[in-house]
């Protein structure tokens, strides 16, 4: 591929170039593009045999208007067993998310930063006022969900949003803890729960909250069907909320704004239940595979996902465009760089969970661009990443002035005491122990195998910083030679308090305290993984898709692929 094909990269903003524009650009033939790690799709459904039989019905499909929405509609609950006037479909959840902002936020929406660009860029592009609550490299890019909701308070924000798992890192909160949230929020005027990514996570048998969303007047969960049955193409999605809510959204989408295409899936799938449970079994096998694969390359840390996809930090030195480029023109493989995600920076790459022979080739192809022909070489880092851009100038400028040198900051007003009532929930359930952080390596230059400097700068050296205690695994981790630099001020705890009584998870998770900081090269951030953790516990084994209720074989509304 050529060096075109990768500027298309710095025309795109805050998203990535799609298939096709990558593929005219390369002048390759139609399904001969990249290994696609970008995308986050169902890889296993829909099957081949479903995919033929689209094809045999193309002309019709495409020749003729599809049935109103409220036919496709009431079929998609009849499968899911919800009532249609709790349900608004939609032109993907993008076009959801556009009319959520426009009906239901009056003047500011709270959302954590790394998150899906949307939630950030289209309330600004509209004039509202959004305030992002920063998530932590230091405490692996976990939500606190005491912590969240003191900072809305303290804000004044109206709308509140979260995202469960999280794109880009994958973070999950555990139903009861949301539960809890939306009944401390039930003061604001709306709180959206996206579940776009839920149907991929096992860390619970029914993490849905759409039954207690039908219940409240203010909530509204927000879930995919293009990214579950791996059909981004044809855009569509649904949300769930009360009567009264669904229809405010539901009487201002066009009557034929779902596609034919969507409607003749909809309409298969009462016939493909099992291959849909599957699908979903194979992708959380496959992301507990990929993980350890790629926990084995020095100085790459892969945080804990519930997702289809993980979210990774390169080594010290890597600069992820640099990478992304390289993979895609040596290597033919498309990984997804997130240095125009607020909150992030081109250090980390959230890669798609592919079957074993992808992941094998993008495995292969990392170690060749990162470490070249000296595995673990030493590579200097970049003093700066790609800045962030929404694509739209009103919002960068918006973002620049508001934002853009303080979202450090923005976590401040949080830190005084935590929400009454509200109990911080562990972000992962993976109930396993997790290193803590330590200060970071001061940055360098660009990517590639370097020699390694024989005459070292010579730098103030920091305070000592107590180390983290060993993870109980069978393989020793390795940890590098510390890098000197200036200590970092520790931000201030934030006391929550605690409930009358506990819950276990809750419990579990305060015996590993939340370092601060940002981690060094080698080590692992708090909420990452090492080849040795992988290796040496079960906390991360996928639990099996179980029985599938009622006569046709499809999912309860609790959610898709599990029992009730």
């Avoid at 909530?219 to 405010?248: D, E, M, Q, T």
């Avoid at 997130?338 to 969970?353: M, P």
């Avoid at 495995?363 to 990162?370: A, I, K, M, R």
């Amino acid at each position: 591929m050529s060096g075109n094909v990768t500027s298309l990269f710095r025309g795109t903003a805050a998203h990535s170039p799609s298939m096709a524009a990558l593929t005219r650009e390369s002048g390759e033939a139609a399904g001969a593009g990249p290994v696609d790690f970008c995308i986050p799709c169902n890889p296993y459904f829909p099957t081949p045999a479903m995919f033929d039989e689209m094809a045999a019905r193309l002309r019709d499909i495409i020749t003729y208007y599809p049935s109103s929405a409220d036919t496709i509609t009431a079929e998609l609950c009849s499968l899911l067993q919800l009532p249609p006037q709790c349900v608004a479909m939609g032109n993907g959840s993008t076009e959801l998310i556009t009319w959520i902002d426009h009906l239901l936020v009056r003047e500011s929406l709270a959302v954590p930063v790394p998150t899906f660009g949307r939630w950030t860029d289209q309330p600004m592009e509209t004039g509202k006022r959004v305030d992002m609550f920063p998530l932590q490299e230091s405490s692996g890019f976990a939500l606190d969900l005491a912590q969240y909701a003191e900072f809305i308070r303290v804000r004044g924000t109206r709308v509140a949003v979260v995202c469960n798992p999280n794109n880009p890192d994958g973070g999950f909160l555990h139903k009861h803890a949301l539960v809890q949230f939306m009944d401390a929020m039930a003061d604001r005027d709306l709180v959206v729960i996206d579940e776009s990514f839920l149907e991929f996570a096992d860390a619970e048998a029914e993490p849905s909250v759409v039954q207690e969303a039908m219940l409240r007047p203010n909530v509204v969960v927000l879930r995919s069907l293009g990214k579950n049955f791996g059909l981004h193409g044809i855009r569509f999605g649904y949300l769930v909320a009360n009567p009264a809510l669904a229809g405010r959204v539901r009487a201002m989408l066009p009557k034929w704004n779902l596609n034919s295409f969507a409607e003749h899936v909809v309409f298969m799938l009462r016939d493909h239940g099992p291959e849909y449970a599957q699908s979903l079994h194979q992708v959380r096998r496959d992301r507990l595979e990929m993980a350890g694969q790629l926990s084995s390359l020095p100085g790459l840390t892969v945080y804990p996902s519930q997702g289809n996809f993980l979210f990774v930090r390169l080594p010290v030195g890597a600069e992820g465009t640099v990478l992304r480029d390289r993979m895609l023109t040596e290597h033919r493989v498309l990984v997804r760089e997130c240095g125009n995600k607020i909150g992030s920076s081109s250090r980390f790459l959230r890669l798609v969970v592919r079957p074993q022979a992808d992941v094998r080739r993008l495995v292969s192809g990392l170690e060749q661009v990162l470490y070249g022909s000296r595995r673990g070489a030493a590579v200097p880092e970049p003093a700066t990443g790609t800045s962030y851009s929404s694509g739209t100038a009103a919002v960068d400028r918006l973002m620049s002035e508001t934002n853009g040198s303080g979202l450090r900051g923005l976590a401040a007003p949080a830190a005084g005491a935590g929400n009454p009532g509200l109990v911080a929930a562990p972000a992962v359930g993976t109930g396993m122990p997790l290193p803590a952080a330590v200060p970071a390596a001061p940055a360098a230059a660009a990517i590639g195998p370097m020699p390694v400097p024989t005459a070292p700068q010579q730098v103030p050296q920091p305070a000592p910083v107590p180390q983290p205690a060993p993870y109980p695994g069978p393989v020793p981790v390795p940890h590098p030679a510390p890098v000197p630099q200036q200590p970092m001020p520790a931000p201030a705890p934030v006391p929550v308090p605690a409930p009358a009584a506990v819950p276990a998870p809750a419990a579990a998770a305060a015996q590993y305290p939340v370092p601060t900081g940002p981690t060094p090269p080698g080590v692992p951030a708090r909420g990452g993984l090492t080849a040795a953790q992988v290796r040496g516990t079960n906390g991360l084994e996928s639990v099996p898709a179980t029985g599938w209720p009622g006569p046709q074989n499809w999912p309860n509304p609790a959610g898709m692929g599990r029992t009730g």
